[in-house]
């Protein structure tokens, strides 16, 4: 092989794709918003508030963005296997636990437990592995993986909606905590170590210029705290408005899984979007779409409205979380990847922790979920002003440097 040759890049890194999609349907559907199915069951058994009830899932997410930084940087330095298996193990008993719950503290400090150790463990360092299996098509890659997540973010919550009605919330949480054990144990053995780059130089793209990490990380951790702020509030608070316009009960589910279905479509073209266009455009492209049509679930006043309009956002929606994930990718050093990432979308759960929290909380107050909504809208305005300045940054620096 001379020095210009590349050698063809192994099939096994697919299989590594597919077992980090699973992985992350079943670690961050349940964790990022599979209690929305829970909370109108725990707000009618023990007579609590929505806010904190939502505070709940913010926990958890809580724990997911600082347990993220840690099993980012643990796993710069060990397998990321053995990450994957502590988090497996720590997840499923945080959530049989949780079945057996009494108090809100007790509620908090499990699903906490969870996020750090169990999300901690599936989204920063597994992302970070696909990434690091593909010299070139790494959007696509990165896409189908972040897909994964938004497939059990649209089944956890409506599966646990119907053993909720069948079983109870108690029966439910300890019924996805064994899935959860008998799966992800299984998963995290696929989680292969990719070849160490011999004197390789990291993939360049069009968005990725010299530009130090002390402008690029706050500036990427800023952005993904508004973003994440804005689309939780559909995430965690979709099920209980539809209920409230519509009155039904688990079927209120079933637009969020049609979003939640268009979004896994829309990972997938965000990513090789991103491979075409550039990982900030693609981001920017899905932000403006999210934050227009944000506030178009006010105005929607039946079952089949909701049916027709949810995936319609949700296809704009998906493509946020894969133009991040790729930009960070492109934007960060791979010996340094999984730690950069685990910061950066500590942020990213913080966002998610406060806009569910702060959906809830606009809820009690005024009764409805107008101010909710609209708060997400500016959320986007805001992240979408952040993005477009990064990106003319980063765009005239690599016009000056040619």
């Known amino acids: 092989m001379t020095k210009h040759e590349i050698a063809p890049e192994p099939r096994i890194r697919w299989v590594i794709v597919l077992a980090a999609a699973l992985s992350m349907a079943i670690a961050m559907g349940m964790l990022v918003n599979g209690m929305s199915a829970f909370l109108v069951p725990l707000e009618l058994h023990f007579g609590w508030d929505r806010a904190e009830v939502a505070a709940i899932n913010s926990f958890g997410l809580i724990g997911i963005a600082l347990g993220g930084i840690a099993m980012g940087f643990l796993a710069d330095n060990i397998r990321t296997r053995t990450v994957c298996l502590i988090g497996a ?29 169990g999300g901690g463990a599936f989204f ?43 079983t109870g919330w108690q029966n439910a949480l300890t019924y996805i905590g064994i899935f959860s054990a008998a799966t992800l144990i299984p998963l995290s053995f696929a989680m292969i170590e990719p070849p160490k780059a011999k004197g390789a130089v990291g993939e360049i793209t069009n968005d990725s210029p010299e530009l130090s990490s002390r402008i690029i ?84 006043g039946s079952m089949q409205a909701f049916w027709y309009f949810a995936p319609l956002y949700g296809f704009g929606y998906g493509g946020v979380m894969t133009g991040l994930l790729v930009s960070v990718r492109a934007l960060t050093p791979q010996s340094r990847r999984a730690s950069a990432t685990g910061i950066i979308l500590a942020f990213a759960w913080m966002g998610h922790a406060f806009g569910g929290w702060q959906g809830g909380l606009s809820f009690d107050l005024t009764g409805t979920y107008f101010w909710a909504f609209t708060n997400a809208t500016v959320f986007g305005l805001i992240i979408l002003a952040i993005i477009g300045a990064m990106y003319l940054i980063l765009h005239s620096r690599s016009l000056f440097a040619s």
């Open 217 to 300: 990380r706050p500036a990427l951790s800023i952005a993904t705290l508004g973003c994440c702020a804005a689309m939780a509030v559909p995430l965690m608070h979709l099920v209980p408005l539809i209920q409230s316009v519509s009155g039904v009960g688990a079927e209120a589910g079933g637009p969020l899984l049609l979003m939640l279905m268009a979004a896994i479509a829309s990972r997938i073209f965000f990513g090789r979007l991103a491979d075409i266009i550039g990982p900030m455009r693609a981001w920017m492209v899905a932000t403006v779409w999210q934050t227009t049509l944000m506030m178009g679930f006010m105005a929607l």
């Open 124 to 166: 920063a360092p597994v992302i970070a592995l696909v990434g690091g299996w593909f010299r070139k098509g790494a959007g696509l890659a990165i896409g189908i993986a972040s897909a994964g997540q938004a497939l059990g973010q649209g089944l956890v919550p409506y599966g646990a909606g119907y053993l909720i009605q069948v």
């Open 89 to 117: 193990i720590a997840m499923s008993l945080a959530l049989m636990i949780a079945a057996h719950a009494q108090s809100l503290w007790h509620f908090y400090a499990l699903f906490f437990a969870a996020g750090a150790l």
